[in-house]
């Protein structure tokens, strides 16, 4: 007997038919008519097992477990295939796969013009699934959700249970639980706190983009504090896990006076923004604050301090609240702890604090020097704020990493500062990202820094660090695809960061996907032109298109500052004499370099491998381990060593390493 919420057709025990589309199961193929849907194994698999689960709930905990039953995966990596398989149906109206917010998701492969509370139909020939909609048309979100439950207590049972009943009366009847509803719920969101103005949130927000306030004083040190301002609101409502929330490293380019919220919020593309101005007398600051909704300009929400206020930190506790309240969130008790949290009380060590994260971004031996001097002076104002502790060690591992301070240097201050924000905190995010970058850059512990980095994720999925740095134990580990998708999510928190976009490239580049890589690349050059670590020259090597190749590591070059002379040898060796030539003459440059200042072992074994010199390879490989260069974590899935991986030298290496048993 077919299930009674679905029309699936098995036209054979191989193949499963709804709508337009077939299931060829035993080609692991999508067709719709004659024509293959593209989809990756992975969807494909997520689509397959929903089809045979119809007409019911499916949570995420059992799709993960279908899927990936040998293997753990965050939400991102379902909500990823979720979004290629929906794509592929055409289905962003969610025709087949609904998803039942908090619980999961249901196919359904009608198109039911109602919708009932538990998708419990009786007949289903003759019974259409009850949907709520307004009189206008409109349907009821979860918004009202609160309202929803309180009617449906007083409202029979066999409404809510989508029992046949006679068609007028059902009209009726659904009418007045709409009405009932709408009524219920419009008293419910006009309570207001404080001198707020709330509106209904019509559109659902999935997505926000908190903008840096605009200061109204002349005091060019407070765009800091309208920065410090945004930033302290995107770490209490990155918390609540219940949408996406640009991070400061993709707003802080916004800091200008004159910034358009729209503009701004359409670039970052997101459902709604959070824009406000500041003005401070002393220690003193009033604001005025609007939630906005990015599509058609409306106003969601609105918050005006007319009076001075003393206490910056109860005025945040203020916006918090009130934005979680006029997007009408349910929130357990950990997330009203979380949401109230202040994690230091000294105004200034917060400045600094916000002025050390705007110059660790910038990802540059001076940016991430400048940023460890801010939390440290922030440290001395306030000894006990765990997220300063955590921020400057997250400064010391980048420079080691790219050879702008020894690697014994980093790994004596990043584990102090580690264990130092772990002990204040051990519920900051931000703290355990901190300790996932320690475990597996620094003391090469991959399941140290897999631990740590999934305790980050469950204290705050769009923790961004996390999604740039986790998949690199992913893609060592194997899991290619995993590493891939934690990528891309890391993409979606935060569009517009190069960071995260070049993240992604690199992941491409060492899961072999060389023409992805490049086009990623070429998709961070055209939003960032100047960015100092676009590098598609490795992709082009691999691809043996060397002329490529050549210019693009000549302008990586020229951004990392090398003199243009030195730039012209190094073409003129290529031109005149080929690859080899080249490659011999950037490694005598790079060996008299090397007698004024330190040079990377493992950049000099990459030089000699390009020459051919595989002895001298393993040699500075050696080298680099003794040195404990970070980037030797890398070294068992880089295409670079290839060659070298049979040899049992490079094979001793990595189980020294710990890359192999």
């Given amino acids: 007997m077919n299930n009674p919420l679905t029309d699936i057709k098995n036209l054979t025990a191989e193949t499963r038919s709804f709508g337009d589309f077939t299931l060829d199961l035993r080609r692991a193929r999508l067709l719709r008519g004659d024509q293959e849907v593209k989809l990756r194994p992975k969807p494909f698999d997520v689509l397959k ?99 929803a439950e309180a009617t449906s207590a007083i409202l029979p049972h066999a409404v809510w249970n989508g029992f046949r009943v006679n068609r007028k009366a059902q009209a009726l009847t659904l009418s007045l639980v709409a009405l ?69 490293s993709a707003i802080q380019k916004y800091i200008s006076p004159n910034q358009d919220w729209q503009a701004a919020g359409r670039e970052q593309m997101v459902d709604a923004v959070l824009e406000g101005s500041i003005q401070r007398s002393g220690d003193k600051v009033r604001v005025t604050v609007r939630l906005l909704n990015v599509k058609d300009g409306s106003p969601l929400w609105a918050y005006k301090c007319d009076e001075y206020c003393e206490n910056i930190f109860a005025m945040q506790d203020i916006i918090s609240e009130e934005v979680a309240g006029a997007l009408a969130l349910k929130l357990t008790g950990a997330e009203r702890a979380r949401l109230a949290k202040h994690y230091t009380d000294n105004a200034k060590a917060y400045q600094l604090y916000v002025k050390g994260v705007f110059f660790r971004n910038q990802l540059t031996e001076k940016g991430l020097k400048k940023s460890i001097e801010c939390f440290q002076k922030a440290i001395e104002l306030d000894p006990g704020y765990a997220l300063a502790y955590a921020g400057e060690a997250c400064s010391y591992d980048p420079l080691a990493y790219i050879g702008y301070i020894p690697v014994s240097e980093a790994q004596t201050k990043s584990r102090t500062l580690v264990m130092k924000a772990l002990e204040l905190d051990d519920s900051l995010a931000e703290a355990h990202a901190a300790a996932g970058e320690y475990k597996f850059f620094v003391e090469w512990d991959l399941n140290g820094g897999e631990r740590e980095y999934k305790r980050a994720l469950e204290l705050n999925p769009n923790e961004q660090l996390t999604h740039i740095e986790y998949p690199a134990i992913l893609l060592v580990e194997g ?68 002329d490529q190749a050549i210019n693009e590591y000549l302008d990586l070059e020229a951004r990392w500052g090398m003199r243009a002379e030195d730039i012209a040898t190094l073409r003129q060796a290529y031109v005149g004499s080929g690859w080899r030539a080249y490659w011999q003459k950037r490694l005598d440059m790079a060996n008299a370099e ?26 500075w490989l050696q080298k680099a381990y003794e040195r404990h260069d970070m980037q030797l974590i890398m070294l068992s899935v880089g295409p670079t060593w290839d060659s070298l991986r049979s040899d049992q030298r490079f094979a001793d290496l990595l189980r020294r390493i710990g890359l192999a048993s």
Avoid at 595 to 602: E, L, N, S, T
Wanted: charged content about 30%.
């Fill in 49 to 147: 097992y929903l089809i045979e689960n119809p007409g019911r709930v499916v949570t995420k905990e059992e799709l993960l477990q279908a899927v990936w039953p040998d293997s753990f995966v965050t939400d991102d990596s379902l909500v990823q295939c979720l979004r290629e398989v929906r794509r592929a149906l055409g289905d962003d109206q969610q025709r087949y796969i609904k998803t039942v917010p908090r619980r999961g998701y249901i196919f359904d492969a009608e198109a039911p013009e109602y919708r009932s509370a538990t998708h419990n139909v009786a007949d289903p020939e003759k019974d259409e699934e009850p949907r709520l909609v307004t009189a206008g048309g409109h349907e009821l979100t979860k918004q009202s959700s609160d309202a």
């Fill in 180 to 248: 009932i509803v709408v009524l219920s719920y419009s008293l419910i969101s006009s309570r207001t706190s404080g001198k707020s103005d709330r509106t209904a949130t019509g559109p659902k927000v999935r997505s926000i983009a908190v903008l840096p306030f605009k200061p109204l004083n002349a005091d060019a040190s407070d765009e800091y504090l309208g920065l410090g301002m945004a930033d302290t609101l995107i770490t209490r409502l990155s918390a609540l896990k219940q949408f996406i929330v640009r991070p400061t």
């Fill in 479 to 546: 899991r290619i695809e995993e590493s891939i998708a934690m990528s891309k999510s890391g993409l979606e928190i935060d569009p517009l960061s190069p960071r995260a976009g070049k993240g992604l490239a690199e992941h491409y580049f060492l899961a072999r996907q060389y023409d992805q890589a490049i086009e990623q690349y070429n998709k961070v050059r055209e939003l960032f032109p100047n960015y100092i670590m676009i590098n598609p020259g490795p992709s082009y090597e691999q691809k043996r298109m060397f």
């Fill in 594 to 619: 090397a007698k004024r200042k330190p040079v990377q072992a493992i950049f000099l074994a990459s030089l000699y491998m390009r020459l051919g010199e595989k002895d001298r390879a393993i040699e």
